[in-house]
């Protein structure tokens, strides 16, 4: 526990110099690697959540929720009911990072992961559609719901809190740890399908595929007993003396509260919107509509996609601390850019290729996909996003962004795409969407401001 007398000598200290004398003592360093496993493991479990429902909706859940319904439609149902969970992700983020930035990090943390962690176990239980018809899908709608809510601010907290801890010099390739997080749940839901996908179809179907989503709750305590024992940032606690300071002086202070304002400036909030549909969008239907194409439509066999989907997450564990590292040598933006672009040249090519139906031809076109957009740019987008907004709504404004983003992004992506395929009965259609989404990040960079090694403690945002 820390003292008011210790929080204030941090207060009065610059971001990356208080993070730095908190690093340079025993506790301190105990401090930063507890909350920096925290954060991995939450996002690890957010992400093996998202990948276990984006895997099971592909290849699962239209069978056991929708079994009445063709192949095509089956697949568009699957992923309306993953939208559902975009939908409650901005009202999660504005709840819980109004809370984050009034009550602190600890506190959000600790209620994310509970929310979480319930919903996945309870989506393992609920009743097949042949046991209570259409309750089945109901309550999969509901606790989809209920676990976007949570999800809405278990990311955005997570990367606060990591760039409130980091060394100014080094917060790309910390903050990049977030990413690593969701990187190892991707891996941890495709280890575990792989091995349920070994189960024959009568057992996947009526109680295999429960197994994923109930193992998530190991993850879930583990993350939660560790998050009872974390300590504020250097950031909000310099934020808290200041706050307690002034209301002890009674002091008025009208340039810092113009600018506390939430819409009062928001080119940055309209910024970090732009940049998460370049990555949320190509992400999503990489990692998640494009298993549902290859295992329904061009009948793949299941055990590739997921496979694909194993190799990409170990290879993550390089590409993500890689792009932490360029976007702290060469800057945010340029790496970001980068990233974008070869998304756009990636569209067409890919779907040419998942064409031929050749294993090792879809295997490393799904890597490819997965490579660039749930790993590498989501690497750069950590610190960056940290970095874009001022110390007094920051959370909120962040968390907000990025799930706005990714409604109009992520999280419709799938089912646009499926009713597109529905529609048109090809694949062009599907492929000029995703590089549409690449183009507005690729675009959005043009007008991003550069934040490399902000001061975190400025109260107005980077625009």
């Not at 002890?248 to 939430?262: C, I, M, N, S, Y």
């Not at 190509?282 to 996609?305: C, E, T």
């Amino acid at each position: 526990m820390s003292t008011p007398q210790h929080v204030a000598q941090e207060a009065a200290s610059p971001a990356g110099s208080a993070a730095d004398e908190r690093l340079a003592t025993p506790e301190g360093r105990k401090d930063f690697w507890r909350a920096t496993f925290s954060c991995w493991l939450g996002t690890a479990m957010e992400y093996a959540d998202f990948a276990l429902y984006g895997l099971a909706a592909g290849i699962i859940f239209g069978d056991v929720f929708f079994p009445n319904a063709t192949p095509a439609m089956a697949l568009l149902s699957s992923f309306a009911t993953w939208s559902v969970g975009f939908v409650a992700r901005p009202i999660g983020a504005l709840f819980f990072g109004w809370l984050g930035d009034r009550k602190g990090r600890k506190v959000v943390m600790v209620s994310t992961i509970i929310l979480m962690g319930l919903s996945t176990t309870l989506i393992g239980l609920i009743p097949s559609y042949a046991s209570i018809g259409l309750w089945a899908p109901a309550c999969l709608v509901i606790l989809r719901f209920s676990q976007g809510f949570g999800a809405g601010a278990e990311l955005s907290g997570g990367t606060v809190m990591l760039g409130e801890y980091a060394p100014a010099q080094r917060r790309g390739l910390v903050s990049s740890i977030i990413a690593l997080g969701s990187n190892s749940g991707t891996l941890v839901a495709s280890l575990v399908w792989l091995a349920v996908l070994q189960m024959d179809q009568q057992s996947l179907q009526e109680w295999g595929w429960r197994i994923p989503f109930l193992c998530s709750s190991l993850i879930a305590l583990v993350a939660l007993w560790i998050r009872r024992n974390l300590r504020e940032t250097p950031v909000f606690e310099r934020k808290q003396a200041e706050v307690l300071a002034q209301r002890q002086q009674a002091l008025a202070r009208p340039p810092v509260a113009d600018t506390r304002g939430f819409w009062r400036r928001s080119r940055a909030f309209l910024v970090m919107v732009g940049l998460r549909i370049g990555e949320n969008g190509p992400s999503y239907l990489a990692q998640g509509f494009i298993i549902g194409y290859v295992v329904k439509v061009l009948a793949v066999d299941k055990s590739v996609a997921t496979t694909a989907v194993f190799i990409a997450s170990l290879l993550g564990f390089l590409i993500i601390p890689l792009a932490g590292w360029l976007s702290d040598r060469f800057g945010r933006r340029i790496t970001y850019r980068c990233f974008c672009l070869l998304l756009i040249l990636y569209a067409f090519p890919a779907f040419m290729l998942l064409d031929s139906r050749e294993p090792a031809i879809v295997i490393a076109t799904i890597v490819t996909g997965m490579g660039l957009a749930s790993l590498g740019i989501f690497g750069v987008q950590a610190a960056w996003g940290v970095e874009m907004f001022g110390v007094h709504h920051r959370y909120t404004k962040m968390a907000t962004a990025k799930e706005l983003g990714s409604i109009l992004s992520g999280g419709t992506a799938p089912l646009v795409a499926a009713a597109l395929l529905a529609w048109t009965g090809h694949w062009w259609p599907i492929a000029a969407y995703f590089a549409l989404m690449a183009s507005v990040g690729f675009l959005t960079t043009f007008v991003a401001p550069e934040t490399r090694g902000r001061d975190l403690n400025a109260p107005e945002d980077a625009i």
